[in-house]
């Protein structure tokens, strides 16, 4: 019984200042880093096991920088396409 872990939860999708991570439904973001959820639905980050519970919206965000598109226009100013 010493190896169980506890995850925590929250109700909502986006940035949560208590665990400084952002936490979506398919990945959480922290430090620059990407994490998946494992196979029982949830994210390990470092020592934070965490997930949320919120279903009432789904992102599909795309963790890909080579699937981005975008064009850059002069002084350095981009946009979307």
């Given amino acids: ?4 872990k506890t995850v925590e939860t929250i ?3 986006g940035y949560s200042t208590e665990h400084q991570a ?3 439904n398919d990945i959480a973001v922290q430090g620059g ?5 494992n196979n029982e639905d949830y994210f390990e980050i470092g020592k934070l096991n ?3 519970l919120s279903q009432s919206v789904k992102l ?3 963790t890909d920088v080579k699937k981005t598109r975008y064009h850059v226009h002069h002084q ?3 946009s979307l396409w």
């Fill in 33 to 37: 880093k990407i994490y998946k959820p």
């Fill in 1 to 4: 019984m010493e190896n169980i």
């Fill in 11 to 13: 109700d909502f999708i």
């Fill in 50 to 52: 965490i997930k949320s």
């Fill in 76 to 78: 350095n100013r981009q």
């Fill in 22 to 24: 952002y936490i979506f």
């Fill in 60 to 62: 599909h965000i795309n």
